[in-house]
């Protein structure tokens, strides 16, 4: 398999087998598969475009993302909320989606948009004509919502964290959040996974081994409520 690292920035996804030029100002790699692709295939995909991507300069900072750009060779370093640490990524990291990673608050805007504030999930309706009806009414585009108790936002805020490959989950960010720490809260899931080599331990924070971001999702299951 190759993985077209050396072309002008661009948006790659080497799983699907397309390359979308980018405006120039981004360099940026994702990763996506089919959901009938199958799995022994796609670790050993995997596997293959990350050596590929990591040759040609790519940063991995997310499950299914690199960007261009080594971040210890940058002074940019973007502070994680809650503490008064410091993480560094490359200068063409998504910020946007860094949002939903950190499990942060965020506003959507347009038809289908999500968003999510004060523990409150919610979204608006999808057809076009009938988005612009309610807005031209005045009334609210919301179709639905959610509400997220205190331990699905935990879990959700485990599983999104930990798709951060080098940041992963900071105990003291978990903390502020939620008044108790990772092993209060999740030392027995953590002991198993740290077990099974899907997970370390760091003083100040969990994250993903590398075998773990192969197996990210049977990490996650731990994490969430059946």
């Known amino acids: 398999m190759s993985v077209p690292v050396a072309a002008p920035p661009c948006n790659s996804r080497p799983g699907g087998g397309s390359i979308v030029p980018g405006d120039g100002e981004e360099c940026m790699a994702t990763i996506s598969f089919s959901g009938k692709t199958d799995p022994v295939i796609r670790r050993i995909t995997t596997r293959d475009v990350v050596e590929a991507l990591a040759a040609g300069g790519y940063e991995q900072y997310e499950i299914s ?3 261009q750009g080594n971040s210890e060779s940058t002074n940019q370093r973007i502070k994680v909320p809650f503490t008064d640490s410091l993480i560094r990524h ?4 998504c910020r946007h989606n860094l949002v939903y990673w950190r499990n942060e608050p965020y506003l959507g805007f ?3 948009a999500h968003s999510f504030a004060e523990e409150r999930r919610w979204w608006n309706v999808k057809p076009v ?3 612009i ?3 031209a009414d005045r009334r609210s585009p919301e179709r639905e919502g959610e509400i997220i108790d205190r331990r699905l936002a935990m879990g959700e ?3 999104l964290g930990l798709r951060l490959v080098k940041e992963g989950v900071e105990d003291a960010r978990f903390r502020a959040r939620f008044g108790v720490g990772l092993e209060e809260t999740f030392g027995a899931e953590i002991a198993g996974l740290v077990r099974r080599g899907l997970l370390e331990c760091l003083p100040d924070r969990v994250r993903l081994t590398p075998e773990g ?3 990210g999702n049977q990490v996650f299951a731990e994490f969430l409520l059946e």
Request: hydrophobic fraction near 45%.
């Open 65 to 67: 993302n690199w960007a």
């Open 90 to 93: 490359s200068p063409f990291a």
């Open 110 to 112: 347009g038809a289908g």
């Open 129 to 131: 004509p009938e988005y």
């Open 133 to 135: 009806r309610r807005i």
């Open 157 to 159: 805020t485990m599983m």
């Open 213 to 215: 971001r192969l197996l």
